[in-house]
């Protein structure tokens, strides 16, 4: 049994926060995005956050430092947009295996650094692969319903690479997130499993999945149990939801995942739902009162923080998550 298993079956384990949040307070500039490296790239590179962990690795280890330093005992390294069809934005579809290792190496880094001051609360990276921003399922063209930008085997080859590099990087798992297209995640399970069985291993795997509005489905329109089926042919730790919605309105959904799986779940939900400006307003402790009532229920494996979340958030999810029992399951060892 791995080691993560291992601690799910006596906690409930806590997953960090928000990345871009953290990053927006360094109000770097298009000359740190750029650093010494890439200072004449001919591509605008500002907003591209991924970049950072060549360019200021030393506050990519600072975010990572301050979710450990407020109880998380997972962080996600810094790859949501690590695969050559998000970094086709910015023309650097050649970075994407350094920018996966060295952003697993430094999360690893910081991670056994804070596992050495404390074995008892070992801490675990894992390997963020975001949705990409083109979708398998359904056309990004309303007068073209048949055309897709994209194919699963070009989603499998990214995922794939993107892969390698985060297991080569040192990940003890890997976060597949926020996902609001559930081919998308299939074509990122599927790569998943070929690495395993090329290099014969076995990794946990994370699933997350993205409920967008009330109506209760995923973008490509699934059900939360429609969701859970069409990714549950694979052995995963996980599987939960994270994104779009807050703790509060996650719930509902939250508890019909929980009763309908034998895996482990998670929950990482926004800091409530967004303003006119875009800013996430809740609280720590606002969001600590709606995250008690998932312990409560006993609806969760695993913990944090999405979108407006900060250490703040997470010490205070930490500091109730350790009262409460995790949500009891059967899962293989």
């Given amino acids: 049994m791995s080691k993560i ?21 360094y109000n770097f500039s298009e000359e740190d995005f750029r650093g010494e490296r890439f200072k004449d790239y001919p591509s605008p590179l500002k907003g591209n956050n991924d970049l950072l962990s060549l360019t200021q690795p030393k506050a990519i280890a600072e975010v990572h430092a301050k979710y450990f330093e407020s109880g998380a005992d997972i962080v996600e390294t810094n790859t949501f947009s690590g695969t050559t ?12 295996y350094e920018l996966n290792y060295e952003s697993a190496r430094i999360a ?29 399922s359904l056309s990004p063209d309303v007068s073209r319903p048949e055309y897709r930008a994209i194919t699963f085997d070009e989603l499998r080859i990214a995922y794939k690479q993107q892969v390698e590099a985060l297991i080569d990087g040192g990940v003890d798992l890997l976060l597949v997130e926020t996902i609001f297209d ?27 999945g993205t409920i967008t509005d009330a109506s209760g489905r995923t973008l490509s329109g699934q059900t939360v149990e429609a969701f859970l089926t069409s990714i549950s042919h694979i052995p995963l ?10 703790a509060e309105q996650l719930k509902p959904y939250l508890q019909r995942l929980s009763n309908a799986t034998e895996f482990f779940t998670s929950a990482h939900p926004n800091a409530g739902l967004p303003n006119a400006f875009g800013e996430y307003e809740e609280s720590p402790k606002q969001m600590q009162q709606f ?18 979340t900060s250490p703040a958030h997470i010490e205070a999810i930490a500091e109730v998550a350790q009262k409460y029992e995790p949500r009891k399951t059967v899962i293989p060892a």
């Fill in 5 to 25: 298993k291992q601690e799910l079956q006596k906690r409930i384990l806590v997953l960090d926060g928000a990345m871009g949040t953290m990053l927006q307070q």
């Fill in 85 to 96: 069809i998000a970094m086709a934005d910015y023309d650097m579809e050649d970075l994407v």
């Fill in 108 to 136: 690893k880094e910081v991670a056994e650094k804070f596992t050495k001051e404390n074995p008892e609360k070992p801490r675990f990276i894992a390997g963020s692969i975001g949705p990409t921003n083109k979708t398998a």
């Fill in 182 to 208: 559930t081919l998308n995640a299939k074509a990122a399970l599927f790569a998943i499993e070929e690495v395993k069985e090329e290099r014969h291993i076995d990794i946990p795997i994370m699933v997350s």
């Fill in 237 to 246: 730790l996980s599987v939960g939801f994270n994104c779009a919605l807050g």
């Fill in 291 to 308: 995250i008690e009532s998932y312990l409560k229920d006993h609806l969760i494996n695993i913990i944090g923080g999405c979108c407006g």
